[in-house]
């Protein structure tokens, strides 16, 4: 087999004496791991590194086999925010948290599209931590655990939802969440409406809430814990007072 | 795998494809080649090894690899003590020193924060880069870390947990390398030299 298309890189590591294991996002393609030849040289090895973009081509002799890959770069990729020690997080934690749920390939050109939108918004410090909240939520939708917040979950009202239930992930209205409030996960207004204002807190109750179903559907199934690089994350953002 | 060669040479080709660099296949071509040679190269490079595995430890100041404890470069009165050099590994010490551009003293982290990895701050030789930034007489922290991801982020993270010790933390630059021709640079490279540009 073999398909030329966009990726993006997740993870790389190095493999024999010159080559290169690569985890790739590829837009059409879903997750694929391929050995890169070169790929610990020092042409190649600088460009290797999470959130990195490039035209891939893929190709195995059969199907299941590794494959082996050839990468042409695309544009600056992580470097354009070398200078930046939160976004630099917030690129590791998202090439994590895609490479430890999505399944090897298997199509999800929305998660491909959400990684896509949150790279390009680590050029807005002010946003993308809510923008990195909405691509985990996008992810969960892609691997069909998507949160529902049409309407309230109880009620069916569509107005003031502010709480998700931890076991659904449905919508609650305020006034039928009033009495469970203690046991419901917050709903920060940016992932009703991308008009909504970021008020101090909703981040931190956006990551609460893609945590949490994160860790029940995709990771917590796996056996695995919500990747590092996402706990890390969380306490840059903390310690930025961006939560 | 070399089927016919003895568990000896075996056990070796298997050691020495374990080195960076070496795959099985070139590490058959080295054992090859030592076995071939064995007046000239094999006896001397055992004789190395053991030598280097007796006498060879680290520096407890600086983390660098010598003979002698404190090395060679920290116990040099000649160098320059008000400036530290921050560096990844010991070969990223010897490349600076290769270079001469630098008369200071160094401090080898051990590694970089790596949050795909899992290396987290206590793995890495910080506390002990704290403290010497704070001993009377240092100005100046240099963080020499790659221009990667987890490179940048432990240099970002080092620069805050030096932000108390009252030196300058600084960070080599980035852009163009010598003889570098634009044609064939990477976009991320040419955005970070125009955006380090200085006065002609």
């Keep these: ?22 985890e790739l996002l590829t837009a059409a393609h879903g997750k694929y791991a391929a050995h890169v030849a070169g790929g610990g040289s020092r042409r190649l090895r600088p460009f290797l590194q999470p959130g990195a973009r490039a035209v891939v081509t893929f190709r195995a002799r059969v199907e299941g086999q590794l494959g082996s890959a050839s990468l042409e770069p695309v544009g600056q990729g ?11 997080a917030g690129i590791a934690a998202a090439a994590a948290v895609a490479a430890g749920a999505l399944p090897e390939r298997e199509p999800h050109p929305g998660a491909y599209l959400a990684f896509e939108a949150l790279t390009a ?105 919500l990747p590092p690089a996402r706990i890390w994350l969380l306490d840059r953002l903390r310690e930025a007072g961006r939560l | 795998m070399a089927a016919s060669a003895g568990p000896e040479i075996e056990r070796l080709i298997g050691l020495l494809s374990k080195l960076p660099g070496l795959g099985p296949r070139s590490a058959r071509r080295a054992a090859l080649a030592l076995l071939k040679r064995r007046e000239q190269l094999l006896l001397p490079l055992s004789d190395a090894l053991s030598e280097a595995a007796a006498r060879v430890k680290t520096c407890q100041v600086c983390g660098s690899l010598d003979t002698q ?80 991801v987890d490179g940048q982020t432990t240099a970002h993270y080092l620069a805050d947990r030096l932000a108390g010790a009252g030196v300058s933390v600084t960070m080599l630059a980035r852009g163009v390398p010598v003889g570098g021709e634009l044609d064939w640079l990477d976009d991320g490279t040419i955005a970070q030299a125009m955006r380090a540009r200085r006065p002609a």
């Design chain 1, 78 to 88: 992580p470097a354009e925010h070398f200078d930046d020690a939160l976004a630099l």
């Design chain 2, 69 to 148: 404890d404190p090395c060679a470069i920290c116990a040099d009165p000649a160098r320059d003590g008000t400036l530290i050099c921050v560096v990844e590994e010991v070969g990223a010490l010897w490349a600076m020193e290769r270079a001469g551009a630098f008369r200071g003293r160094y401090h080898v982290l051990g590694g970089l924060l790596s949050a795909l990895d899992g290396v987290g701050p206590d793995a890495l030789r910080i506390g002990p880069l704290v403290s010497r930034a704070a001993e009377e007489g240092v100005r100046e922290v240099i963080l020499a870390l790659p221009a990667t």
């Design chain 1, 121 to 225: 918004a680590f050029a807005h410090p002010e946003i993308w931590p809510a923008v990195f909240v909405r691509f985990e939520a996008g992810l969960l939708q892609e691997l069909g655990f998507g949160l529902d917040l049409s309407k309230c979950a109880a009620t069916g009202a569509v107005d003031d939802l502010v709480y998700v239930s931890p076991r659904t992930g449905r919508a609650v209205s305020r006034d039928a969440g009033e009495p469970y409030k203690d046991r419901l996960l917050g709903l920060p207004p940016f992932l009703l409406s991308a008009q909504a204002r970021l008020e101090a807190g909703d981040v931190g109750a956006g990551l609460a809430l893609t945590g949490h179903f994160l860790e029940a559907f995709i990771f917590g199934p796996l056996n695995r814990p």
């Design chain 1, 1 to 22: 087999m073999e398909f030329v298309d966009d990726a993006f890189v997740l993870a790389a590591r190095a493999h024999g004496e010159s080559g290169a294991i690569v």
